[in-house]
């Protein structure tokens, strides 16, 4: 959040999804689906999809974005 308030959002975004990261989106998925509540996986799928576009924008690894996009997808 602390990002945001002199960073563009696309600017701001860091972490799996800045970083096109896959393996990472898989860990946190399995992690989700044996921890927390269907609604919060929710959550982060939701906000997950949001971020593609930052990413995309970051110059985040096309391939690796589809990818991600088609996993969140099927969830």
């Not at 563009?8 to 799996?16: F, I």
């Not at 990472?24 to 576009?53: C, F, M, R, W």
Request: charged fraction near 15%; charge should be negative.
């Amino acid at each position: 959040v602390n990002n945001l308030s002199n960073q563009t959002p696309a600017q701001a975004l860091t972490g799996t999804f800045a970083r096109a990261d896959v393996i990472s989106l898989k860990a946190h998925l399995q992690t989700l689906k044996e921890n927390v509540s269907p609604d919060i996986l929710e959550t982060y799928i939701l906000l997950g999809k949001q971020s593609i576009s930052l990413a995309q924008a970051q110059g985040a690894n096309e391939n690796n974005l589809e990818i991600i996009k088609n996993i969140l997808s099927e969830l």
